[in-house]
């Protein structure tokens, strides 16, 4: 069994910067691929970013490219995702996936979720 574990949320100014952090409870990272998915109260779940069992390939949302990075530590068996340029549009709660890495940017590929993490960018 995966559980990932969020963490690193909290509350910036626009322009500043974040990082979350993902970890599993129970098996490794280590065979799945990992996406980060947003959702903002009212709106659906989006997709942020996701990367490759091996690290090669990543993935990015048109609203997050040249702004996010999304890393994978193996050895530590995290999933980084590091904001920059936060903008208030950013904010809302971000969850981390683990799947088998088919159809990336959208959530029915993944089966384990985290409980998420709140991201707040204030104006």
């Known amino acids: 069994q995966v559980q990932p574990v969020e963490s690193g949320g909290g509350l910036v100014q626009a322009g500043g910067s974040l990082r979350l952090s993902c970890t599993t409870s129970?098996?490794?990272?280590?065979?799945?691929?990992v996406g980060w998915f947003r959702q903002a109260p009212g709106e659906e779940r989006e997709f942020v970013a996701a990367?490759?069992?091996?690290?090669?390939?990543?993935y990015y949302g048109d609203s997050v490219k040249g702004r996010f990075t999304i890393s994978r530590d193996s050895a530590e068996n995290t999933v980084d995702l590091q904001m920059k340029s936060l903008k208030p549009e950013d904010t809302a709660v971000y969850y981390c996936?683990?799947?088998?890495?088919?159809?990336?940017?959208?959530?029915?590929?993944?089966?384990?979720w985290g409980q998420g993490t709140q991201v707040t960018v204030s104006s």
């Open positions: 996936a683990a799947g088998d890495g088919s159809y990336y940017y959208t959530p029915l590929a993944y089966d384990y």
């Open positions: 129970g098996r490794t990272f280590s065979s799945f691929a």
């Open positions: 990367i490759s069992s091996n690290g090669r390939d990543t």
